[in-house]
Structures are given as C-alpha cells and as structure tokens.
C-alpha cells in the first residue's frame, strides 16, 4: 500500500515536471540555459565551492535554497559535477601509478585494512598455536613410544655383548659393510644387479634396516639414548621382535658379504684357492664330496642357523666364512642343499634348468660362465645372471 | 596576517608574493563565506576556513591579478585543456566553442580598468575556497550562457512563476492534461476537475518543502538525474538518496491530502480515490506516447502496400 502510494506520487510529480517543461516551451524558453543570470544568481565561485562539496554549512544552504529554485544555476552546478567525476576517474590511475611508498604505506595501515587485517592475523595467530599444542602433544606420545623402541635395541645389544647373537645386530652391521664392500669389486653388470637388489632388498627390509642402521652406527658405543635421540619418531624395529625368516635370511648373506668386504684380500686369496681346486678337480674328476664345497652337517647346519640362534659372533663369523663362495665374480651363500646367488631375491622367479638338459646346453653355449658356476658349484645353484635367476639342479 | 602568512608558507610557488598582498583576498574570501551567514563566526572557524583554501591555486590567481607574466603563462599552459573541454560542453558546436575558449582568457583578465588601475577581471573572484580548475569551468558556463541571452531573445522568468503558473492552471480544469478513462463526459470533466487539483496541491507541496528536499525532486525530476546524479550534487550516496527520494513520496502524498481535505473540502476516501484515479489517468497517457511509433510505422506500411 506504501509502495502504491509511492508510485502514484512518483507519476504525480512527473507528470508535474512534464507540465512544467511544456509551459516553459510555450513561454518562449528554448532551454534551460536561456534563463537569464541575475545578479541574485550564484558566482562562478559560489556555484564550484557547491559542486566541489567545499561551502561552509551556512553558505551551503543559502546555495542550496537557490539551486532549488533557479534552473540556470543548477545546471552549471550538475554540470560542474558531472565534470570533476570524470575528472577524478581520468585521475585515479594516475594518482595510483604515482602514488608513493608512504601513501601505500598509509593505505596498508589505513583503519579500512587494519579492520579486516587485524582480526585475520589473531585468527592465523590462534590457528597456528593451536597446531602448534598438538604437533607437541603427538610429539610427546612419540617419545614415550620411542622410550619403549629403544629398550629393544638396548636388550639386543646387551644380548650381543653377552654373546648372544641377535639377527638385528649382525644384519644391519653386515650390510652396510656389504655395500660399501663388495660393490667396489664387482664389474659393471654386477654392480648394477648389486644396486636392483640393494634397492629392492632395503624395500624389503625398510622397518629392519632403517631401524637397525641407527644401532649400527652406534653399535660400538651401545648408546641407547643417542638412538631414541637421533631417530625420535621411528617405528618400532620389527628385529627387536621375533624377525621373520627371509628378513633373517637376507640379513645372513648380508652378514656373510658384508664380512667377506672387510676382508677383502681373504676372498681373493680364497678365490686363488678355489681356483686351483677346481683345477685340481678337473685333473680328479668330479668329485661332488668335495670338503670344500660340501661343508659339515655340522658346520653347515651352524653357518644356516646361526644367525637366528644363540650362537656367539665368533661362530658366526666362522660360519659366513665356510659357507661362503666366489664363482665367476659371482658370491654364494649355502642355504641347505643349494648354492644361491645372493643377488638373488626370493621374491624372484626363476628359471629352472635341469643338469645335462637341452636347455642347460644352450644356456651354457651363450653364458660360459655359467658353466663354470655350475661346474664348481654342486647340488642346486640359483644364479643371478644378465637380471634373469636361474636354477639349476 | 597570520592566516594569509600560513597560506603562503603552504603554497609551492608563492611566485614571489607576500602575505599582505594575500589579506584583502583572504578577507574577501572570508566575509562571503563565513561571516555573512554567521557575523560572531569564532577565530577557530575563520582559521580552519583560511586553511583549508586552495594556497597554490590563489598564489597563481593573485600573481596573475598582480600582473605577473610567468604566472600568465603558467595559467594558460595548465589550464588550456581545461577551458576548452568546459567549453565544447556549454557549447553546442566547435565553433562556438573555440569562441568561447579565447573569449574567455579575456575575461579572466579584464579589459576594463577599476579605479585601482588594475584590471577589472573575474580573477578577482576566484576565493581560493574551491578548485580552479572547477572555478573556470563555472566561469565559462556561466560566460556560455551570458552568450546565449544576448543572441537571443528570452523572456526572463523565475521557476517559481512557473509553479505559480501551474497552480493557476490548476485551478482552470481543462488545462489538465490528463485522459479519462471513462467515456462518460461528466465523470471525464469531473476526473480533469480532480486531477487538476492535485496536481495544483502536489505543486504547492513541493514548494513547501525543504531546499535540500525540493533541489532532490528537481534534480530528479524535472532536470533528469539519475539518482546516482542527483546525489553527487546533493553530496550524498545514491542509496541515501533514494531513501530520501522515499521519504519525500511519503510526506508529499500527506501534505497533497493534506491540502485537499482542508482547502477543498475533500474527504479521505475521495483524496484516496482521486489519487488512484489520476495515477491510472497518468499511466493512459503514458501508452498513447509508446504506442505512437508502432502505429505510425503500420499505418506507413499500409500506405506503402
């Protein structure tokens, strides 16, 4: 109903303006520039101090009285307007390119910003100490369990003091060794099969090695507190618990090789040595109960089962020795009956081939040295070779 | 003194002026601005006025009253744009505005003499209270239309003899304007008769009300302001004046009611009535106009058929 009336007072007061439009062409005014100025009228610097908001408030009226009556005056006055918005808008890019450091200093820190920036800054404030009290919470947590972690190593290496052997300790101690060893030594494709498996082996063992390389590089010093130091947040080592096989497996050849890398000039001597029974062999013939090939039963069952009993580092020691061997640049370890490649990953398929076989025959024509591996080695060998795992028995 | 002495130290060229050749300029400016409206103005209120005036502006205009040459030329190279672009506006054609563009540095000047000596120009009038360059664009508006009435011949009226004229057309029904919708003679002659009275009570209503009010509804509706416009004038934002504009249809349509029911003896229905009755009228004369071209162009294409 407002509204409605409204509405009529607005078609009201334009049909009031047509009316008076029409009466002033009939009068003989052709526009409203033709009212005449009179001296009652409003100067040119009354009408800009008007236009440009600047009159005081007395004089301000007295002009504002006048516009409302006087055509003439209030169309310079719209005019003027008009004029200086489009001054101003002409102006604004010029006045932002120029504008100075302190005026955009004075803009940064004006109220308008200040306003919005003030409360965003104690909302980020907030927000960020509050993920900061949690980090710190989870952080205390950690390292409870952490105190918890580094009583497993401690026992393993107190066991491993007191001569009882842990597969935590020698595997990770071995292995380092290994790589750093023994991949100097190999050829090219060897090393490169070296790497494959080292990468895929740390995959494998990732909870066992990261965990155990922090012991290893303290072992000596059995500093329990150096480790939960320098690893705070890591998991619970899986070798302080009761290790899986082929982590224990892997960790025995890496045990073995990394051995082997430190005496470097024992392998070789032992090579020489290899050699020269495999000589002696040819001129006997095959013999496949060969001392040195074929280790005891006891030693044997010693060498494969030391490294998860309770046997001492010494009998370790002794028994990556004897159950070791170096064929063509390749190392073997004895794992019951067979000779395996410790390039070689269980994960791995291999290709079976039978002795005196077809397929052995072609196999050897291309790859002579695997011939030889297989000549010197008895029983089943897996040999690791161009990146293809092959069993022979 | 002190006043003209700051206003000196805060131009950036004072171009060689002193604060007693500022005084009378200053003094000027503040009788027009200040102490005609309010004689007992505080020395607070005339300080802030005196710092609040255009320093650099006035120090150039003075120079230039004084006769200074660099000032001249200074002037003219700042504010040349600025005339002929006030001047292709009040104008109608290039010409004309060229015209009006050299005539107006003439003006400025003077080319009569005051008993002073000094040239009897508009620069004297420039208070420094307002921008120059809004100053002479004012002064060449007002130049363009002090033109225009000596080329023609004008009737000088007011627009208050123009409400005046309306009331009293207002009181002769058959000058309104508006159409009945009923096709019976008597209600036709009745509805003119009622609709000529508000429009007589509408016009005497707005003359009464306030300046700043009545300047609104003029802007609006009688110059063609957008409101956006009109509240640039007024020095408001266009959403508080169409919240005025609101204001003004409330108190307006009351003091119409107002006026009919006790001038003319109208009851309230019959002011509500009769306010239907016209704007409906208003709105019928309204569609003829819309319609007029549609008609045209079919009766052309017939004629052309």
Redesign the interface.
Known sequence: MKQANNNEVDLLLRALARERTSAAWQSGSESGYAKQVSSAHLDADELNSYAEGVAPDPARTRYTEHLADCEACRGIVVSLVQSAGAASRLEVPEQKGGAGFWQKLRELFSPTVLGYAVPALVLTAVIGIGLLALRQQQGVQFVAQNERQAEAPSAAQNKADSGVSSAAQPQATVQDGRQSGTTAELPNEKAALEREKTQVGQELLKPDSSVAKAPAKDAGQADIGSVAESRPYAPEPKAAAAPPAAPVLDAEKSAELAKEAPAKREDQARDRDESFRVQSDDVHGPNRSRSNTAQPSSQRSAGVVGGRGPSGMDKNKKAAEVETRSVMGRHFTREGDAWVDTAYEYSRATVRVARGSDQFRALVADEPAIRTIAAQLDGVVIVVWKNRAYRIQ | MEGAGRLLGRATDNHGLTAETLIPRVKSAVD???L???PQASADVIQD?ID?LQADDLCLIVACEQGNQKAWTDLVERFSATVR??AR??SSNEEGAEDLAQSIWAELHGLRVREDGKPAG?LA???G???L???L???V??L???Q??KQ?????????A??D??IQ?GQDESTW??HGASPNPELQISAKLAGAQ??KA??ES?KQMS??D??L???Y???G?RLR?AG??L?VHEATASRRL?RI??E??QQ?ERLLIEQEGWTQPETARA??E??LN??A?IEPLLATEPVLMKKENEVAG
């Open positions: 027009k601005y200040i005609r409206a309010d006025f609040k672009s006030a506006s009040a508009k009038y420039y208070s209270r307002g921008s360059a809004g100053w664009r004012a002064v508006a007002q363009a239309i002090d225009h009435r023609s011949r004008l009737v000088q009226t007011e627009e208050d123009d409400f004229r309306i057309h304007s508006g508000v429009q509408l016009a707005v300046a700043e009545r300047l509804v003029k802007l509706y009688f110059d302001l416009e640039a004038v020095g609101t249809h409330a307006l349509r119409v306010f239907s016209v704007a208003l709105e004369d």
